[in-house]
């Protein structure tokens, strides 16, 4: 394997040349990746990880039939989409047919991730303004999390869907008695980033009723949820049933498997509402031929491999063996997900759901040293999140739960030895555990909530108050490139926190 540089150099090259504002994964000790197939990706010393955190190498890592796709257009033409071309026509019907009808327009962009780079977006990002210096601006409104684990309305709640609709119901109130208007409500199907958050059954459906009331939209981001990870539906948003359709919907990363690729599809009354605006869209890169022959590829694989069907199944697989672990280790709070998208939520008192942040990034980082990466995130970075190429298999899952399940004995008997000096010898194990966690994480930072939940933003629009109208600036906004933001990893230092060696 050839390197331009060895490890130090090529940090040093990073520090000097690349902007500080762009962090690595696992920064106290980061690795250096030359290559990759499938699930596995390995270092300059060809060490092998097995990949948990990937959900852009949607159909595995440099998968043959997607990297033979974008040779063999690459040879013929790569152009704009001005000129006509199939590529772009067959990706969008293919794109539209794995969609409800109604939603049949496509905007194609170049970028499969967004950040919030652009001040509207942070404006409506709460992760960003919360994190910088910028204020919530009036015109946005920030609804809470439908976190039945953690959040107001729990799973003891006879019916939390509504409860936490009626919040949304309230925010859009509270905006029209200050004489404001609603553009639209946008939300993950599956809050990824706010900790693998799977809404109540019923919850969409009722927020959009409001939202449309309104006179709004309803925005449903698949960029990290999206083209069958949930293993029983495509997207999903399509877990809610067929008696709820979004109004538009962003896709993104996996789309590409890697490749810069990004769309927005929505209905055709409310693309006519764009374009009779007067505004054109048009962006260089989005929808080439080369990425929409990447983008055919990634749907081939997807039903060639059936890989919709190994994420359900293997998912099954794997939240049995994770649910098995938390009635073994105190640490493990919440186990919640479906497909290949899940959660383990860690914490240091049940009672309370004590978020157990230092714990979770000291495993982070020992899973790595048992080659295998995960990530953690959600408000207070306490969540692993397990979201890995579509061709995970069982026998990978049963590997990364065998080496959870070492970290956390360790882990829990080392903390359970400390707290022996200080809690009498009959107090039971877990009580002993719980006490000793206050001394590991003294040090630690207070993270806050980072990221709230779901969005309503009122954009700067003037055209109309029917939802078809009242989209058009948002909408420019969306095909521009427009996503929810992707929390950065925290990077941790062993300096910040007592942790067992």
């Not at 890592?61 to 990297?67: R, T």
């Not at 509402?273 to 983008?295: H, L």
């Not at 909408?475 to 942790?499: D, T």
Request: net charge positive; hydrophobic share 40%.
């Amino acid at each position: 394997m050839c390197e331009l540089y060895c490890k130090s150099d090529t940090l040093a090259l990073r520090g000097k040349h690349i902007g500080p504002s762009c962090k690595v994964f696992f920064a106290a000790d980061p690795i250096k990746i030359v290559r990759a197939q499938r699930q596995y990706m390995y270092d300059e010393k060809g060490e092998q990880y097995l990949d948990c955190i990937n959900n852009v190498a949607h159909v595995g890592h440099c998968h043959p039939e997607v990297v033979k796709a974008a040779l063999r257009q690459m040879e013929l033409l790569n152009t704009n989409s001005r000129f006509l071309h199939d590529n772009i026509v067959e990706y969008a019907k293919r794109l539209a047919a794995t969609l409800p009808e109604r939603l049949s327009v496509c905007y194609f962009t170049n970028s499969g991730a967004y950040h919030g780079h652009l001040s509207s977006l942070i404006e409506i990002s709460p992760y960003k303004f919360q994190k910088g210096k910028d204020v919530k601006k009036e015109f946005v409104h920030v609804a809470p999390t439908p976190d039945t684990y953690r959040g107001e309305y729990r799973e003891c709640h006879a019916d939390p869907a509504s409860a936490y609709a009626n919040e949304v119901k309230k925010i859009i109130e509270e905006a029209h008695k200050r004489g404001r208007k609603i553009a639209a409500f946008i939300a993950e199907s599956m809050q990824s980033c706010g900790g693998q958050i799977i809404p109540p059954a019923g919850y969409f459906q009722k927020v959009a009723a409001y939202v449309h009331e309104a006179g709004g939209v309803f925005i449903a981001d698949e960029v990290q949820v999206g083209f069958g990870r949930v293993g029983k539906h495509f997207w999903s948003f399509q877990m809610h049933g067929e008696d709820f359709v979004p109004d538009i919907v962003t896709m993104g990363k996996p789309m590409g498997n890697g490749h810069p690729m990004a769309c927005v599809v929505t209905t055709r009354e409310i693309a006519e509402a764009f374009s009779n605006s007067g505004m054109e869209y048009f962006n260089t890169y989005g929808g080439n031929p080369v990425s929409c022959a990447v983008g055919l590829a990634v749907l081939d694989v997807i039903e060639s491999e059936d890989l919709q069907g190994n994420a359900m199944r293997v998912g099954n697989y794997l939240t049995e063996l994770l649910n098995k672990q938390k009635a073994k280790h105190t640490l493990i709070g919440n186990i919640r997900g479906i497909g290949l998208f899940i959660g383990i939520d860690l914490v240091t008192d049940h009672e309370k759901r004590t978020p157990a942040t230092a714990e979770a990034q000291h495993i982070i980082y020992k899973m790595k040293e048992k080659g295998v990466l995960l990530s953690a995130d959600g408000p207070h970075r306490n969540v692993l999140k397990i979201k890995p190429p579509m061709c995970f298999t069982e026998e990978d899952a049963k590997f990364m739960v065998d080496q959870l399940d070492e970290i956390l004995t360790v882990l829990e008997e080392t903390v359970g030895a400390q707290a022996e000096s200080v809690i009498p010898a009959n107090t039971a194990r877990r009580a002993k555990v719980r006490a000793s966690y206050f001394i590991f994480r003294k040090n630690m930072q207070n993270f806050g909530n980072l990221l709230k939940g779901v969005q309503i933003s009122k954009c700067t629009v003037t055209i109309g108050t029917k939802p078809a109208c009242s989209t058009v600036g948002l909408l420019l906004q969306i095909s521009a490139g427009f996503r929810f933001p992707k929390a950065e990893p925290y990077h941790w230092s062993r300096k910040q926190a007592s942790v067992p060696a």
